[in-house]
């Protein structure tokens, strides 16, 4: 339902009842991590623009403004630190 995919391994649970989401989808609705921005990339309606099979890139999406903020974070400080030493 949510990716209009014809063929699945298995239907899943969804929003909309039972066996109304297609494996992958329903997986990431169990875990709540269903994004209208998710599709399998065998989904007929599948547009690289708008849509990603990849939970993380679909979080990349969904909030591009924070997340040069979220990069900056992972630079380790010890880094910094290690720079000042060798002077
Ligand atoms: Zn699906």
Known sequence: MHC???KTPQ???G???PKTLCNACGVR???GRLFPEYRP???PTFCPAV???SHKKVLEMRCKDSFESDSAEL???T???ALEYNI
């Open 4 to 6: 209009e995919i014809t």
């Open 11 to 13: 239907w899943r649970a």
């Open 15 to 17: 929003p909309m009842g």
């Open 29 to 31: 609705h169990k875990s």
């Open 41 to 43: 990339a065998a989904s």
């Open 51 to 53: 849509h990603s099979n």
């Open 75 to 77: 630079i380790p400080n």
């Open 79 to 81: 880094n910094v630190l």
